[in-house]
Structure formats: structure tokens, C-alpha cells
């Protein structure tokens, strides 16, 4: 028997690179300060969820990349402990929300965009009873064929080509914008080392993703960052409209078909941002990056916006606590539950503390490592440093650079930059050049002592003659 909730289904639905900002009824911006001029998306349906439900706008993500910053969401734990705090590597070890269901005795659902990524390869489908690529409308079934049930929907439509994810979802559309977008490209413009997919192809679909993101990268490499963004937010109204709204709209009624109690988890991995330090997300610890999302909307949750800061290992114990899902223990998360928010019973009362890394690897190795990976190779572990760290303590953030992507995506250069900003009133990070970093390096080093191994015991004969005089007869 299922375990007694208040809710039968509990749906998770990550909209993939949607910065927190670009929800229009978040009034905290951070992008229009950047990119004077571009204009904002309409965003009614996310609008709605967000008056509806519990919003908590100001959510940190622990890794500006899908798969690290998922395995966060899922598991209530920082990346350096669930396995999984690369790029592309590692394996998810730490049980799940998925976890959570099945051992109580509810059905598990995931519906993704990015199989690559949020796949086998990297453990993400440990745990789940039926697995779907792109198929919405399975997922809908696959959901509301079980009496209790918890799912991951997952879109990759805000996502490069933005609006669009494939030819099946953004047909002419998409066509006719590669066409417009490469009237803007010099023909002496060479091919870009960058074709990494994050999902599988076929020919057609992906000669117009390679077109798509040749014009971007011109655009990049031009430092017309204004124009980018603004073909990002374009992608993120054209997926609301064309494909989102609709999707919520069949899942709901399905749902009421089905006489259940939802709980609708909405969130974002990571945002994205264009700048000299920042290509689109994932070498980036921009606050636009880092700074995502969160709605919750079910029977017992209180409308209101919260805008105290809370970080993405704070999901899973939060939903937990509100469908009485039994965890392991609540002591294994590093998040901490807000559910008494969620309710109305109580206020975030503080910025909670987080810390978020990046560790990337060579483009030109990580194409070749993905091109024996799809042509059915086992390649070796691809190599991964850490190129940036950020520290979230109060209304202070500093941010670390240790390493840079050379002009061109040619290699990653060290470097060593350290910058501190505090947040104003409308929480917009603003530069202190003066400020001790102390504090703020302190929670990047204790964090990273998780990875330094311990060193070997030394037992010496004033060791072994403690041991003795404590008990052990040694
Ligand atoms: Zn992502």
C-alpha cells in the first residue's frame, strides 16, 4: 500500500536553462541591467503557476550544467557527495526522490529531452519504472496509469536552438529561423569545434542544430551578446506557447480524469547568460546562471512569493515533508525543507548559505569523447578541472575563476580571480572591491575537503602506547 499523503501524484517539471528572471512575474531582474534594449518575454502560463503557488525566486543551484545540477535536485545533496559534480562523469550513488516513491510503494516516471545526459550513462534512470525520451504525452499516461505516482518531466526547449529543442517540436519555425539567423553570417566564417548534441539525432535535425549554433558562436565571438540573449528569450516564449501551455493543460485535465491530489514541483537547473566569461551556461557562476526558479503548486500551499535565498538541495527534502514520502533519514540531505513556507506556516527568515562549481572539460576532447560514445565505443573517462567555485553567505556572493577557455574554445588556460559583491535591496549582486573574502573562501575550502583524500595513519610505538592505555590489548 502507498503510503498515506496528502497528494497521489508528485510531478516534477524541469524547464532546462530558464533563469529565474526571465519569469515575468518575478520582480527581482538581473538581465535588463546587462542587455539595455532586449525585450522581455511574455511568460503567462508560468506567470499564473507562480500567483498560484509558493514561488521562491531566488534559488541557487549547485552547478551551472544539467547533469551535476540535476543530480543535486534529485538526490538533496551537494554535487561532491551524490556522485555526480562533473560535466559528464561519474555515476548518481545517492538514493533519489525516485528512490523515495518506489520504496513507498509509489510508481516512478522520467520524461526527458536530454537522454545523453539525464540517461543510464550517468545513473539517472536508477529507480524509475518507465523511462520516455520526448514523448510528452507517454509521460502524461505513464503518470496517471498509477494510482500514486512520481515523475520528472523534463524539457529541453528553453535550451539551444531556443524555443524549438527539435524539428519534431519547432518544424518551419525552426527552419525558417536557421535561415534568418545565417543571413547574419559571413561566408568566411570557419566551422565551430563545438557539436556537442545532448540528445540523439537524425542527419536533418542535426545539420539545423550545427547551423544554429554556428550563428550564435559568430555572434559570440563578434561580442554582439545583446543579440543572443535576445533570441533566448524569444525561445523561451515560442516553448511556453507552443508547447508547455499545452502539455500543463493535457496533464491537468488527465490528472482530474483521474481523481488525483498533484503536488507540481516546477524548477530550472541552471539559467543562462552570454558574456566574455560566459558562453550560454556551463563555464559560467554568473548570478543569472546560478540564480534559478522554483514553484510549487498543490492542495495546502499557500500563494506567496518568497524571496529569500534558498539553493536546489533544499527540493527534495522540502517535497518529501509535503507528501510524507519517508527518506532514509533526514539527516543524509545537505538541503533543508521548507515546507512550513510552502504551507504559509512560517517565513524564510534568512539567506540560507551555498556554495556552486563547475568542472568542465576540453570542447575538442569532450566532441571526440561524444563521437565514440555515439558510434557505440567505450571511450575513456573524460578529463575534467574545475574552471569556477561561487560562496553564497548572507547577502554576500564571491565568485573564483581558476581557469578560462581560450579565445575560441582552444584550450583552458589557469587564471586565479576572485571577486566579492553584495546583494542590494532587489537582490542585484553589486561589486565590493574592498571586502575581506575570508569568510566566503573558507566555505569553498571546507566544501572541498570532501575531495582530498585522508592521509595514512601512521602508528608509531606512543600511538600503540595510548592504544593500550585506553583498552586495546595491542
Ligand atoms: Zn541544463
Redesign the pocket.
Known sequence: MPTASPYTHVVFISL??LRSDAIAANPFKLWPGRYPGVTAPRTAVLDELARTGAFFPNMISAAP??AA?HGAIFTGQYPLRNGIHEFYNGRLKSPSIFTYGRRAGWATAMKVDFPIILGPELGFTRDIDEYIVEDDDKFIVAMTSASHAVGLAHFGGV?MPYGFHNLCYGGDDYRDKVSDLERLVPDNVPPLTDQLVESFRDSADLDLLLRYKHAVNFLYEAGRYDEIFQLYLEGIEYFLVNRFAPFLERLSEALRRAGARPLLVIFA??GHEYDADTYGHFNSMSEGVLRVPLILVGDGIQAGLHARRIRTVDIVPTVTELAGLPSSAGSAFDGASRAGVARGTSQLTEDAPTVAEAYTSDTREFVEFQRQQLSGGRPAPLRHVLVGQAAYLGDRRLTRRVARYASGFAGIESVDEIVVERFDETLVPRLEPDADPGELLNVLSDYRATLESAPPVVTDEELRAQLRSIGYPI
Do not use: A, N
Request: aromatic share 12%; charged share 25%; glycine share 0%.
Open positions: 532546462d536553462t550544467y544539467t545540477s535550451h537547473d541552471h
